[in-house]
């Protein structure tokens, strides 16, 4: 079973709706500065298509970006992380959280479980 592409059914190519994502999130600029950085390439979106972008494929980059870190990472020799055990409690129950988090203090990878 092949994958469907989360793209299929807009008009712009991936590589822009990627650039104008990620120039939001990396940059400390507004919707409307990468709205105009866009325009000056000879993009012509809106803001409020950056906004939808950014709420549909943010968190489809994120967890590529995590996936690579992660691979980066592994390639060092005295890479190094840990695993944190939280409780929280999620509709009046108390579940434990489990994170694995790395040197800088990067989430890595979390799960919920309601038993040990």
Request: aromatic residues 14%.
């Amino acid at each position: 079973m092949t994958k469907r592409s989360p793209f299929r059914y807009f008009k712009t190519s991936p590589e822009i709706i990627r650039l104008a994502v990620m120039l939001y999130v990396r940059f400390p600029l507004s919707l409307r500065n990468v709205e105009d950085l866009l325009h000056e390439r000879g993009i012509e979106i809106s803001h409020e298509t950056v906004r939808f972008w950014w709420n549909r494929f943010g968190p489809i980059f994120a967890v590529e970006i995590r996936k690579k870190r992660v691979q980066q990472m592994r390639a060092y020799s005295n890479w190094q992380w840990h695993l944190d055990e939280v409780f929280v409690k999620i509709n009046g129950e108390t579940h434990h959280l489990w994170r694995a988090v790395d040197r800088e203090g990067e989430v890595l990878e979390s799960y919920v479980t309601k038993r040990r």
